[in-house]
Nanobody, 119 residues
Framework: QVQLVESGGGLAQTGGSLKLSCTASGFPMDQYIIGWFRQAPEKERELISCFYPTGKASYRESVKGRFTCDRDVGGNTLTLQMNDLKTEDTGVYFC?????????????WGRGTQVTVSS
């Protein structure tokens, strides 16, 4: 079964850190483009990072320098290290996999993990 499962969300204070994981099953994650989205309350879902099979990553301007993606040695888990958290980072975080385009809607999506940052 093709599946993505996010984990690692929770409550953090401003300036703190959280590390999210996106674990794939049923397909070779390291051959897909992995996107991280977040959806804040009453806002549209926004793309915050893309991780490519080459190992390169791109980030939304608002998280550059604070968030870092990495892939584990086994290749089927991608992590999102989030540092210096801000209240505006609050939201549900989703990971998605697509072979050709980051974040394309017809890819595989996880169910999300909640991140809440309080001041």
């Amino acid at each position: 079964q093709v599946q993505l499962v996010e984990s690692g969300g929770g409550l953090a204070q401003t300036g703190g850190s959280l590390k999210l994981s996106c674990t794939a099953s049923g397909f070779p994650m390291d051959q897909y483009i992995i996107g991280w989205f977040r959806q804040a309350p009453e806002k549209e879902r926004e793309l915050i990072s893309c991780f490519y099979p080459t190992g390169k990553a791109s980030y939304r301007e608002s998280v550059k320098g604070r968030f870092t993606c990495d892939r584990d040695v086994g290749g089927n888990t991608l992590t999102l290290q989030m540092n210096d958290l801000k209240t505006e980072d609050t939201g549900v975080y989703f990971c998605t996999a697509h072979m050709y385009e980051c974040g394309r809607g017809d890819g595989t999506w996880g169910r999300g993990t909640q991140v809440t940052v309080s001041s």
